[in-house]
């Protein structure tokens, strides 16, 4: 049934703007741009496109690199019968201004906290899929008082004290022979969103699918995807993981062909009273390819007392 599964995210991409209807969208001082259906806040420096659905306790999702909040079809229909809902583009992609100027991860998380203030939220539930999750760790760290709970998924701490890319990707790239930061840092990003969507997934149909929709994005978005992979190379957190109070949730799939193994240990073992997850035979992208059990892991989770 991967081939249904498959039809049912893509056509959910392609129709998620038509399903919006905003909630609690704060308007105060002329901080919100209506575009179409899509709202637009002014944070941080740049314009960020988002989406709220459904009510209760918020719940924020940062979605990795290179992809926008469209991606997150797997989740939100089933999220928005319990949660409200917040989805954006991170700066470099979609709906959001691409600038120029360096990114990094910190400037993101920045970003998120400047539009839960401008959409009216003091403090949310965070959910951070690979480079999101890295922005989700900042978020914990300098932002305590903003966070409910935080769930890190198919992500790591970076920093020099361990390999964070598998082999399978540093073989992908062309850097068998050992390689340095620097050598990342001069890796074109379109062949690496390349080789990261084709490694992401397991299953030879959603390689097929996202490996096209990466190219047209990497074809038309250099800017912003070179800026949000100098954010990635910069991330490192691993010496103030014990800084984060939210309880948290790190889950990771056994069989992730793009962070190394040992990453979602290594975080869990590092955040006080982290409970860690590891999804057999999950990818990189398991909150695509294995949607009910990854939903059903971040619900129980947040559920609990």
């Known amino acids: 049934m991967v081939w249904l599964t498959t039809s049912v995210v893509v056509c959910e991409l392609v129709q998620w703007d038509s399903q919006y209807q905003p909630v609690g969208a704060d308007t105060r001082q002329n901080s919100l741009?209506?575009?179409?259906k899509v709202p637009k806040a002014k944070v941080n420096g740049i314009t960020i496109g988002y989406k709220v659905d459904g009510q209760g306790e918020p719940l924020v999702m940062i979605m990795g690199f290179s992809?926008?909040?469209?991606?997150?079809?797997?989740?939100?229909?089933?999220?928005?019968?319990?949660?409200q809902v917040i989805t954006f583009d991170n700066r470099g992609v979609g709906k959001t201004d691409k600038p120029t100027e360096p990114y990094t991860?910190?400037?993101?998380?920045?970003?998120?906290?400047?539009?839960m203030d401008r959409v009216g939220i003091d403090r949310a539930h965070i959910l951070g899929i690979s480079m999101g999750g890295m922005v989700a760790q900042e978020i914990a760290i300098n932002y305590p008082e903003r966070v409910g709970k935080l769930l890190l998924a198919s992500t790591y701490a970076g920093g020099h004290e361990m390999e964070v890319t598998s082999p399978e990707m540093v073989k992908a790239v062309g850097f068998e022979g050992g390689y340095s930061e620097d050598d990342m840092s001069r890796l074109a990003a379109g062949k690496l969103t390349g080789s990261a969507v084709s490694l992401?997934?397991?299953?030879?149909?959603?390689?097929?699918?996202?490996?096209?929709?990466?190219?047209?994005?990497?074809s038309i978005n250099i800017v912003g995807l070179t800026g949000q992979l100098e954010a990635v190379l910069s991330h490192n957190t691993l010496s103030r993981l014990h800084m984060i109070k939210a309880p948290t949730l790190v889950i990771a799939g056994t069989e992730d062909r793009v962070v190394a193994p040992g990453c979602s240990d290594k975080l869990a073992s590092m955040i006080p009273n982290a409970r860690l997850v590891?999804?057999?035979?999950?990818?990189?992208a398991l909150f695509m390819e294995m949607r009910g059990r990854f939903n059903r892991e971040v619900l129980d989770f947040l559920r609990r007392g």
């Open 278 to 284: 590891k999804v057999e035979g999950g990818s990189h």
């Open 67 to 83: 992809l926008s909040r469209r991606y997150w079809a797997p989740q939100t229909p089933t999220f928005k019968k319990h949660y």
């Open 105 to 115: 991860v910190k400037t993101m998380a920045d970003d998120t906290i400047g539009l």
């Open 33 to 36: 741009i209506e575009e179409g």
């Open 200 to 218: 992401s997934f397991n299953s030879r149909l959603y390689r097929l699918i996202f490996a096209l929709l990466a190219k047209i994005c990497a």
